[in-house]
């Protein structure tokens, strides 16, 4: 997989996050401001670390690799804690988000090891 290719595929990630986000954040009765920021800055910084790749900074690999696995890990708990306590609207966008993190995970991951 190219640098180019790696990059567009972690920009399409980062605008999923920033638009779910933005969607929990309007939809939302509580008005949960830390999906706005968590949403935005976590696009935001998938974003930097998916272009400094790109133009091939050594350590932007681990970076990225490593946001993406707290990403995932987060999803995967907070849906779990959300189904727990009944909230299954909840429990449904954060089971999704972390089944569309996984795949990203696995093909950052398996980048670094190649």
Same mark, same amino acid.
């Given at each position: 997989? #190219?640098?180019?290719?790696?990059?567009?595929?972690? +920009?399409?990630y &980062? *605008?999923?996050l920033?638009?779910?986000?933005?969607? %929990?954040?309007?939809?939302?009765?509580?008005?949960?401001?830390?999906?706005? +920021?968590?949403?935005i800055?976590g696009?935001? !910084?998938? %974003?930097?670390?998916g272009?400094l790749?790109?133009?091939?900074?050594?350590w932007?690999? &681990?970076?990225?690799? @490593? &946001? +993406? #696995?707290?990403? %995932?890990?987060?999803f +995967?708990?907070?849906?779990?804690?959300? !189904?727990v306590?009944?909230?299954? #609207?909840?429990?449904?966008? *954060?089971g999704?988000?972390?089944?569309?993190?996984?795949?990203?995970?696995i093909? !950052?991951y398996?980048? @670094?090891?190649?």
């Amino acid at each position: 997989m #190219t640098s180019r290719l790696l990059f567009h595929l972690v +920009v399409g990630y &980062a *605008l999923l996050l920033a638009v779910v986000g933005v969607g %929990t954040y309007v939809w939302s009765a509580r008005r949960p401001l830390i999906a706005l +920021v968590g949403g935005i800055g976590g696009g935001l !910084l998938l %974003t930097i670390l998916g272009w400094l790749y790109h133009r091939r900074v050594l350590w932007s690999r &681990a970076a990225l690799v @490593t &946001a +993406v #696995t707290i990403f %995932t890990a987060s999803f +995967v708990w907070r849906s779990l804690e959300a !189904l727990v306590q009944s909230d299954n #609207t909840s429990a449904l966008i *954060l089971g999704l988000l972390a089944i569309v993190s996984l795949p990203m995970f696995i093909v !950052l991951y398996r980048m @670094t090891r190649l």
